[in-house]
């Protein structure tokens, strides 16, 4: 197991464990596109955050042009941008929008962290890719020990967060993902949310309000400890 998280994180941006993946990562830089000519950060993409803060929020992957391009989670796409100007009007981020690497964005009181490290072609992860990043996530998971609130956004980042659970002895038999839907497990608020992407935000599957709101009520949950 890793001595810290800053040595993990030196170990996981060399990883090279799955082949699909660190092929697919290297193509996107050169695919004809706004950012086309731009230097891609194109390796496995580290958290961002405080680890020692309350709230956790996982994400399923880096995005293509997003994560695997700046080299920092939920920064420089669509997704970043919703999701950074809710985390900014419930006052869990010091700036609205997530840009790039120095862009002063500074996160006090959340960990953000995505259960697969790499982009995978079409959002769409192997088992054998999610469980080769296992070490990785479940070991950011034990580094947080304040950990009070989790906020998982779609299904695969909810069924990643249910296995760390599991592993750890926990007893995840009722937990079943719904938007919206909210489950206490070993001391641990887990928050239920659709992932923030183009899709279901352009649809209006997942409203900026509704957001808000549930970013809000974790926000003053987790402000409950002392």
Not at 74 to 89: H, N
Not at 180 to 187: A, F, L, P
Request: charged letters at 25%; glycine letters at 8%.
């Amino acid at each position: 197991m890793f001595e810290s998280i800053e040595q993990m994180n030196s170990i996981l941006i060399e990883c090279s464990k799955c082949p699909r993946l660190v092929k697919f990562r290297k193509e996107v830089a050169s695919r004809k596109s706004r950012f086309y000519g731009q230097n891609f950060w194109s390796r496995p993409v580290p958290g961002f955050g405080n680890i020692n803060s309350r709230l956790l929020i996982l994400g399923l992957a880096p995005a293509a042009t997003g994560g695997n391009r700046t080299g920092r989670v939920f920064t420089g796409d669509k997704s970043a941008s919703f999701l950074f100007s809710c985390l900014y009007a419930a006052g869990l981020s010091n700036k609205p929008d997530s840009i790039s690497k120095d862009d002063g964005l500074f996160l006090e009181k959340t960990y953000i962290t995505a259960a697969l490290k790499c982009v995978p072609p079409g959002d769409k992860p192997t088992r054998e890719e999610l469980d080769n990043c296992k070490e990785y996530l479940h070991y950011e998971i034990s580094s947080m020990k304040n950990l009070k609130g989790v906020l998982v956004l779609g299904r695969t980042a909810f069924e990643s967060f249910k296995r760390y659970l599991m592993e750890d002895g926990k007893s995840v038999r009722e937990l079943k993902f719904a938007n919206g839907k909210s489950y206490d497990v070993g001391g641990i608020r887990i928050y239920c949310s659709y992932h923030p992407s183009p899709r279901n935000v352009n649809t209006g599957r997942l409203k900026k309000d509704g957001m808000i709101s549930l970013l809000i009520e974790i926000r003053d949950y987790i402000s409950s400890f002392h």
